[in-house]
C-alpha cells in the first residue's frame, strides 16, 4: 500500500510513502518507494516509454547527436525496449518524416521483448557461440550505430562481477568493429570510471572523439557510466595508424 503526501492545501503531490508489506524485505520497500518517486520514471509513464533508461540515450543523443534520420541502429541488451523506442523515432523508422530518409533499429536481448513499433527485435544470449553472426545475418549490413546497455546479474563477487562486465563490453565492441561504417559511433554501458585504460587507448585509435560521460538521467548513486566513441576510422594496428587489422582483438 501507498500513500500521498501533499501540500497544505491538499493541490501539489509532493512524495508517495510506501507501507511496509508482510514479506516484503525493507530493501524492497524502499526500492519501490524511489520508484514512484523518481521523476524519470513518473515521465517515462506519461510519455509511453518503458523505463526510465530512455531518457539516458535520449540525453546522450541530444549532446552528442548520433542518431540521424536514415541510420541504421544496432541496440544490444536491448530490454525492456527504451533505447530502441528512442532510436526509432530519431532515426525515423517508422518513416513518420516523408521527407527524411527512413532508419532502421535491430534489438537483442536475453529476455523476451514485447515488440516495439519500427524496430525489429530478437531473443539471444550475445556471449554464445555464434551470437554475432547471427546478429549479422538479422543486421544484413553495415550500422551506423552500436549501442549495448547490456548489465551482467551481480553474483555477489565484486571480481566476477567486473570481469562479466567487462566481458561484455568487449563483446559489444568487437562487434562495432566489425560492422559499422566508416564514421559510424559506438555507445556502452561501461564500468564506474569509464572505459579502462587499455580500452580508452584502443577507443581513441579507432575513433575521432572518445568522452566517458554520465548523463543527468542517470541516478546519482549508480556507479554506471557510458562510453560515446564517434568517427569510427576502420580497426587499426596497435602500432600504426590507418592499417587495418581484421584479425585484431578487442583489447588490441
Request: hydrophobic share 40%; glycine share 12%; charged share 30%.
Amino acid at each position: 500500500m501507498s500513500e500521498k503526501q501533499t501540500s497544505g492545501r491538499g493541490q501539489r503531490e509532493l512524495r508517495v510513502r510506501v507501507k511496509t508489506a508482510k514479506g516484503r524485505k525493507l530493501s524492497s520497500t524502499l526500492w519501490l518507494e524511489r520508484q514512484l518517486n523518481d521523476p524519470y520514471v513518473i515521465r517515462a509513464r506519461k510519455e509511453g516509454y518503458r523505463g526510465r533508461a530512455a531518457y539516458k540515450i535520449l540525453e546522450l543523443d541530444d549532446k552528442y547527436g548520433f542518431l540521424k534520420p536514415g541510420a541504421r541502429v544496432v541496440d544490444l541488451g536491448c530490454a525492456p525496449g527504451g533505447w530502441c523506442q528512442v532510436a526509432a523515432l530519431r532515426v525515423n523508422a517508422l518513416g513518420q518524416n516523408p521527407k527524411k530518409p527512413i532508419g532502421y533499429v535491430l534489438g537483442v536481448d536475453l529476455q523476451e521483448v514485447e515488440a516495439i513499433s519500427g524496430a525489429e527485435i530478437h531473443q539471444l544470449d550475445f556471449l554464445e557461440d555464434g551470437a554475432e553472426d547471427k546478429v549479422k545475418g538479422w543486421l544484413g549490413g553495415r550500422a551506423d550505430v552500436v549501442m549495448s546497455d547490456m548489465a551482467a546479474a551481480a553474483s555477489g563477487h565484486k571480481g566476477t562481477d567486473h570481469l562479466r562486465i567487462v566481458a561484455l563490453i568487449e563483446a559489444a565492441l568487437a562487434f562495432a568493429f566489425d560492422v559499422l561504417e566508416d564514421d559510424g559511433t559506438f555507445v556502452a554501458k561501461v564500468l564506474a570510471g569509464g572505459a579502462e585504460q587499455q580500452m580508452q587507448t584502443l577507443l581513441k585509435k579507432n575513433f575521432k572523439k572518445v568522452a566517458n560521460v554520465k548523463p543527468p538521467a542517470s541516478r546519482a548513486d549508480s556507479s554506471e557510466k557510458f562510453v560515446v566513441a564517434m568517427g569510427f576510422r576502420g580497426r587499426l594496428v596497435e602500432g600504426g595508424e590507418g592499417q587495418s587489422d581484421p584479425d585484431a582483438g578487442p583489447l588490441g
